[in-house]
């Protein structure tokens, strides 16, 4: 009984041998891989693992940001904001998301109190040229029925351009698609006709400077204040003309930019309120004692900030209504109301 016993031991060691054997052989092939991989890995290309590396770097440091297309402005006019040197695309395309077509029909315009901007037919930023021709007769004129101080070869909704160099800073918002009484379509389209009237009067020793703002500022493409002769006022017009409105009431910016243009008066222009915040900055900024006459465009909300703006730089203030036949506002030299004295700052002397 002994003997098998003993066969089987040994049968299972005999087994056993095989297993221990590729064991053993297998511990050996991963020692040594183990140990190849170990010293290869130091000699591994340094740039392809920085390249790896770098695929995992930021996206804002792998994409350049998109560009607006813009013109940029020498130190003559170095804006206050850099929102405030671009040319929107928005204001400039002749295309525009808004129902309503903000060109007005320059055809009807003569049967209202605006015969001197002739009968040019079809669209406005086509015309400019027959605009203008028709202003030249009233050219260096007095402007008629023109208020406020001081004498002008013009007028701006009715305030005398007081003064040899102006800049316009116009309301480009999305209100002023506001529907005007036709021919002008849009309060915009009023705003156009009248810029083109008034600028079209203005004689070749006179200067002019255009600034539409909304979100942001958008000066005309020129340097500095431009003479008014006829090439300038033909191109700048044309420019101005397919402007769309649109974005929100931020006149900070402009405000700022037409005060370092440093001309005798600014005409501002909007129908929106906006914060009382800017009626400071710009007072505290205005220390070429620049006047600045304000006009509040068919919409009376902003009525207190204009009042406050034109009492605090030494302009006018005037109220134009939604209207084709617009009566004579009242205009009027400011006053400020005894709520608003302690919070008007004074300019430096």
Known sequence: MNEPKEAISISSQKLLEPTTSVAASAILHLTLIATLAFVALPTQ??????TIAANFSPISTEVDPIQIEQETFNNDISSSSGASEALDKKF??????????ATPDVTQATTLDLANIGQAAGNMSENISSMLKSSEANRGGQGDGGEGSGQGNGDFFGLNLNGTSVVFVVDASSSMNHPFPDPYKTRFGRVKVELVRTIGRMTESEKFFMIFFHDIAVPMPAHRLVSATPAN????LTWMAPGQATGTTEPEAALHMALKLRPEVIYFLTDGRFHFSVVKSVTKANRDRITINTICFGDAEGEKMLKQLAASNGGVY???PDTATEPAPESEPSKISKRAESEVIEIPK
Request: aromatic share 8%; hydrophobic share 25%; charged share 20%.
């Open 233 to 236: 006022q033909k191109t700048y």
């Open 318 to 320: 005037k109220y134009v």
């Open 45 to 50: 290309n340094k740039d392809s693992v920085n």
């Open 92 to 101: 400039l395309s002749t295309v525009t998301n808004a129902p309503i077509d």
